[in-house]
């Protein structure tokens, strides 16, 4: 098993252990994200859709690990949306050249 | 007829008379349901494990060993949180010229008291899974996940003897979610109340019951009378998943007058909306909808910043109870909605209508 240190993991504000990675078969390649959440101080969802840039980045966080990838350089995101870049979980990502 | 059409597969795997699944907010639509044979999904998006665990122990004081299920809101995208004053800062002056400007032409009082709308903490990662320590470690009978996919917390469920639905608004998502191993997919459509997907029930419902093999399909969009259980089951679903319904139910927590409201309201009388949340939604038109939808209103803006600028004004309507400005997410079969029934009535009513459906269809009595 691999230090957890020696791979950047952290513990959040929560507790909740999160470890970082890089996948360098995914970096580079455009992906689509139907992401979305919970809306703050509502007890509504919203969905949300990105295109983009994945950078090979990931966090899994806690146990079992839960994946988020990091998308950059967005060409698709929701008008007004705030930032460049978003944390799309693993399983709503659909990867060009990957089976959806 | 040779069989009850209304014994499906999602009755045989929940143990429950009718393939009828009430997403509800109130915890006493959620007893009421269970103990009328159907099942019901209780939503706790912004509740805190504690709240979580005190309502699972409330409804299975109410429902014994029947099953039920909860509804959280697994995030699928999450952007960097930024801190409440600076949110406020970025919204542009020419928005809150147009908020004050409906606030007075409305004559919409303060908010009382504090805010809830307000409190800002929208949900993350850290959130959720808080949430979910608590569903795992209670063996919460089925989660539900609202948006997100459950699959990295499958194992665990199953483990635990536990139901994972994944709820979906395109097809691409229901594979994903099928092949992961989810127990039952909910495929919603742009009928539905609040945050839908683009694709309309009818369509959604086929085309994820042709690549969902012998997982279980639940339709939800619009589904609220006998006519929609019995076409949901003709489309291949195995349940309805029901939302709106039970808003003006005899035991749903609402206020008076938004019962009233949707007793009285049509598909007509709903707008899919941005200018609540900066997400498209479906809800009563309102004051506040109808003035954004102008075309002289500033360009709505994106969530969060459109939330915040729309709390005022939905705060003050709540606390004053003002039916003039009051709304409610609402889908479009809220035509449907012409009485305040007990959930058991509401029940029973959408069964005998659909049976009467397949009745007439192939001319044979049917029973459940």
């Avoid at chain 2, 665990?156 to 395109?170: D, N, P, Q, T, Y």
């Amino acid at each position: 098993m691999s230090d957890p240190k020696a791979s950047g993991a952290y513990v959040s504000a929560a507790g909740i252990p999160k470890v970082p990675g890089f996948d360098p078969a995914r970096a580079g390649k455009r992906a689509e994200c139907d992401g979305g959440g919970a809306i703050a101080g509502t007890r509504f969802a919203g969905r949300e859709e990105f295109a983009g840039t994945l950078t090979g980045d990931y966090v899994d966080h806690g146990e079992p690990p839960w994946r988020w990838y990091l998308l950059k350089d967005l060409v698709r995101r929701p008008e007004g949306y705030p930032g460049t870049a978003v944390w799309c979980l693993a399983e709503n990502l659909f990867v060009d050249g990957e089976p959806s | 007829m040779g069989r009850n059409p209304l014994h499906t597969k999602l009755c045989d795997m929940l143990g429950i008379d009718f393939p009828i699944i009430a997403f509800t907010h109130c915890k006493d639509v959620v007893a009421a349901v269970v103990n009328a044979g159907g099942f019901a999904v209780l939503g706790e998006a912004m509740h805190t494990g504690d709240e979580i665990g005190a309502d699972i122990k409330w409804i299975r004081s109410r429902v014994g060993d029947k099953p039920f299920g909860i509804d959280l809101v697994l995030p699928a995208s999450a952007p960097d949180a930024d801190s409440l004053e600076t949110l406020l800062s970025r919204i542009p002056e020419e928005h809150k010229r147009f908020a004050a400007y409906i606030k007075e032409k409305y004559n919409v009082p303060d908010p009382k008291g504090a805010q809830a709308l307000h409190q800002w903490g929208g949900l993350n990662q850290d959130i959720a899974r808080k949430q979910l320590e608590v569903i795992l470690d209670e063996r919460v009978p089925v989660f539900v996940s609202g948006l997100g996919s459950p699959a990295f917390m499958l194992k665990a469920a199953h483990e635990r003897g536990m139901k994972v639905f994944g709820l979906i608004g395109k097809a691409r998502q229901a594979k994903r979610e099928i092949e992961a191993g989810v127990d039952v997919i909910i495929a919603q459509g742009y009928d539905a109340a609040g945050h839908t997907g683009p694709i309309g029930t009818f369509s959604i419902v086929p085309e994820v019951v042709a690549l969902a093999g012998d997982t279980p399909v639940v339709a939800a969009g619009g589904v609220t009378t006998g006519r929609h259980l019995a076409a949901s089951i003709c489309l291949g679903a195995a349940g309805v998943w029901t939302g709106t319904l039970w808003l003006a139910s005899r035991e749903s927590d609402n206020d008076m007058i938004i019962k009233e409201k949707l007793v009285a309201a049509t598909a007509d009388d709903t707008v899919y909306s941005k200018s609540v949340s900066g997400f498209a939604m479906r809800v009563l038109k309102c004051p506040w909808t109808e003035e954004w939808a102008k075309p002289e209103a500033p360009r709505v803006l994106n969530s969060p910043y459109q939330m915040l600028l729309s709390s005022d004004y939905i705060q003050a309507a709540n606390d004053h109870r003002r039916a003039d400005l009051m709304f409610e997410a609402a889908g479009q079969g809220v035509s449907f909605i012409d009485s305040m029934k007990p959930a058991k009535q509401i029940v029973n009513d959408m069964v005998e209508e659909a049976l009467s459906v397949f009745e007439e269809i192939t001319g044979e009595p049917a029973d459940a």
